[in-house]
């Protein structure tokens, strides 16, 4: 299996590709004991970009599942939805294929 290059986003590229649905955004989480789904106020998914660690695009599996927006913080791992022509632009802007 080939290693998939990191790319980073900063927290106004995150809100860019974020699936925003009616002032909410989906999202996984990956706590010790299995995935967990839920539904987010914005302005929640907004206060975590603001204590993340690294917020990078996800690999395949993430971008198949649509939630690419992978946001460490420093005790959890989140997945946020994001809209893949939105992100597929903004890579192609940074040069990353």
Known sequence: MQKEEKTFLNKEEAIRVAQ???????????????????????????????KAKTIEVGGSMCRSMKHAIALRTENDLYFFEHNEKELERLLKEKGVE
């Open 20 to 50: 925003i649905y009616n002032n909410t955004i989906h999202c996984f989480i990956n706590p010790s004991f299995g995935i967990v789904g839920a539904t987010w106020d914005i302005e929640d998914f907004k206060d975590t970009l603001n």
